[in-house]
């Protein structure tokens, strides 16, 4: 057995927690409140990213690099369809 699940599993839980987080910091309305729940975002977001390069590390979770070129085509269509 690997790694790659249990990675997987703690990655999906992860991301359920920033949502979470984000969400509370959007709808506080006590100042106290909301810095703590900034704060949590900020240590969930630094979780997730160890997650995701250890995951990229060990080969569970690639990414294909994109051209310049591709990413400026798709701009443009995108600009297109929002005109």
């Known amino acids: 057995m690997t790694d790659k699940y249990p990675l997987e599993n703690v990655l999906t839980l992860t991301k359920s927690l920033i949502t979470l ?8 309305s006590n100042k106290l409140v909301r810095k703590l729940m900034e ?22 979770y690639n990414v294909a690099n994109v051209s310049a070129a591709t990413v400026d085509k798709t701009l443009m269509s995108l600009t297109k369809d929002a005109s």
């Open 39 to 60: 704060e949590g975002l900020t240590e969930m977001l630094k979780i997730q990213d160890e997650l995701y390069k250890q995951m990229q590390k060990d080969n569970y």
């Open 21 to 28: 987080y984000l969400n509370a910091v959007v709808e506080s």
